[in-house]
């Protein structure tokens, strides 16, 4: 079956002041209908860049330099001004981290539901009203909050209301940036309980954003570790769990130690940022650099479905890990 | 409403100090200033005048407390005194009768000037790096940076002497009577070209470079990227989200805007011969008619304060932030 | 930071970064604006200092016949009365810029303390100061400025004084709000818990960062000193007999320099203010973009936008 989405070789470069910063190089994974896949790393690894580049809303000074994004085949680099309009958020939607900032604070939800309906499907206001209600119900809110302005209504029902707005055009994919990073542990539970039902209710994809590994493996079916614009790990979200073979996602999982167990020594992250010519990845090096390309390496099929980025020297090792 | 009241407060408070302000200055003036008056009125002051400027400045024996509080009074029962040098006409007839032409020079200038200041920088900031960005900001703030007074007098060099397109001065041609009358109305229009474009064309950069900075600013926020994702037409984020949003602090600096204009079209009045309260101003400044003086003085605050408190008003009605607390 | 972390959205309200990687100064020798401004004002500076040399005695000697056109024996013109343009120009420049600079200066000055005051000590003292800022700030200015002049003995001094006291109020709101972002601030707080005396860090933990921003405020309020001064002085209340650009176009028009098409009269003078207001405005511009690197000027790189 044809990839939901599919990236290939995507650089997206910075350019600032006489230097260039990459943000994302050689990233390539694809989805599969109805998949969630799970792309994980911290702060400023080029996760959220790479969601951008999507939907092609990465701003100036951001620029995609290569590669390929294909939509059910269509190629979204191609897209002129007007198909990319209707293209967006009828086919790939976005939820945006926080939910507050991505809400227009002078109109009402209601306005900013209706807007949806009116500009994709024409519908008319009275029409377009009553599909907002039912969409409110469908994430469980009370459709006589319609006419309540964003900053009426608490942290997770704001949420939830982007959620719902996500879905309203019943798009094949769904891209989720950090849904709930902004919001405290309990209703971070509801909301991933939300997601669930309406992913098994509606069948779309999910691109899944984050940082919390923990949530991540719980909801993904296959997930990909980010590090300085690379994906350094890709493959089975219970594979990745039960044993990953790259330093750096091992690294990351063990960001969360789990409550209880043996005492361990928890490693850091190198925080260093990548530029053209730099690595910056410094975990887990071999004593002899001289084979070192300062980059970090392409991914590997190790097993079949399993992809590490390891130099040739390495990867003789196996998952001997 | 807590915001409306409060903002009412400290409007009442800031013309209490105009008050206060203009009781305090004639009494500890340095300088003598009875005797000034007298050399300036080569001693052809009448008893009554005389008596006025007395009571004026505090040189009637009565306690400077009572004083003060009969100074009040007087002004929130509109008794603002009697002018000096259109002696006895009282001031507040005075300025009633003029303050009509400045509220219509200063209106017209400032709305078209705000309104299409407004369009103008929404328009350049959509199109960053456009004609309207890139070159008309600095030809604004050059513009800008005229003095009021000057450009009225180039305007009125150029379109008044050398090209005869438009009259010089006053309100309406003299002799005409005034109406309800087309042909009055239009003479009034004809008159009120000069004046109301000095002031737009130097007041136009502000409003322009406002907005286009805030829209800029607004442009980045989250929520704009987000409309951008849900797809909906250029325009339609351009008006419904941007704009709408920019607009708020626009709104907040229409009311400092005000003050500014006032002072504009007081200067333009000066040079046209508008006959405005600006004018008026200045003759009695001239004719040391201090009572007349301290009359428009206040009128001026009391008429920006009102302005301010329609701003907020507005604000309110815009900003659903503020509205329900 | 991570080299990821560009240009984050932030509210329009939010305090102005200081630019660390290129001193400021260099950053504004770079850009063609500061440049510009910065070249007029120093050529004005240096017409001022020089008018003895270039014109020499008193410029409001009456010289000639008058009202002549602009002629090889007086490059400008002659005044109505007869004395000559040029002279009068070049002269009125020192009195226009010391007293535009004077009350850009110490308006600047007591806008800071009052800013810094309240930022600092904040609650009461706070709530004061702003509300003696916003009182003045909503009073009228070119009224309240008539009025007070009108009051006071005519001079030099009473005009300085005058144009302070109606000047200030704008700057301190500014400085007040970028202050109390600074002061919230940990290094601040670290600096009051260790037991800095309130002016130590006022002024030397605070005031040094706002720079850009101080800077800001005294070009505004220097192009305030220079346009007020001679707003009041055309309307005759400014000191009459000192020559200044003011006064001279006080004197143009109340010779009817207007009426008998003697343009040269009141253009030289007027287009000097202007040049000088729009020198430092561009100065102010530069400061802002360096500041707000938002407001750059993005060339076509719009296209993938989409």
Redesign the interface.
Known sequence: MEPVLEVNGLRVEYRGDGRTVVGADGVSFSIGSGEIFGLAGESGCGKSTIANAVTRLLKPPADITAGSIRFQGRDVLALDARELRAFRWREIAMVFQSAMNSLNPVLTIGEQIVDIFTTHERMRKRAARERAGELLQLVGIDPGRLKAYPHQLSGGMRQRVVIAMAVALKPRLLIMDEPTTALDVVVQQEIMAQIRDLQRELGFSILFITHDMSLMIELSDRMGVMYGGRIVELADAKDLFAGPLHPYTEALMNAFPPLTGPRQELTGLFDAPRTADSCGFHVGCPEDRSDCSMNIPDLREITPGRWVARSKARSSEGASR | MRLILRNLGFYLLAFWASITLNFVLPRFMPGDPVSRMFAQAQGTMQPDQIAQLRKLFGLDNRPLWEQYVSYVKSVFTGDLGISISRFPTPVSDVIGSQIGWTLLLGGVALVIAAVLGNLLGIVAAWRRGGVLDSAFPPLLIFVGSFPYFWLAMGALYLFGVSLGWFPMRHAYDVGLTPGFNGEFLSNVATHLVLPALTIVLVSIGGWMLGMRNTMIATAAEDYITMAEAKGLSPSRIMFRYAARNALLPSVTNFGMALGFVVGGALLTEVVFAYPGIGYQLLIAVQGLDYPLMQGIFLTITAAVLIANFLVDLVYVRLDPRVRVR | M??????T????TAPVSIPR?RGLLRQLTDSK?ALTGLTLLALFALLALLAPVLAPGDPSFINSTGSQAPSAAHWLGTTAKGQDVLALTLWGARSSLFVGFTVGLVATAVAIVVGLAAAYFGRVVDDALT?VT??F????????L???A????PGTSTVIMVLVVTGWAGSARVLRAQAKSIRGKDFVAAAVVTGERPLRVMFREILPNMASVVMTTLLGCV?FGI?AQ??LE????GDSSVVSWGTN?YW??NDGA??T?A?WA??PS?LC???V??AL??VN?AVDEITNP??R??????E???
Do not use: E, Q
């Open positions: 991570t080299a990821i972390d560009i240009a959205a932030t509210t329009p990687r604006k509300l916003n009182i700030l909503l009073l009228p200015g070119l009224p309240l008539i009025i007070l009108a009051f006071l003995p192009i346009g001679a707003g055309f309307l005759g209340l176009l143009a028009s207007l009426m098409g343009w009141f253009v007027g203010i202007a040049l207001a729009f405005a561009l511009y938002r407001l000027n993005r060339r076509a790189r719009r993938r936008r989409g």
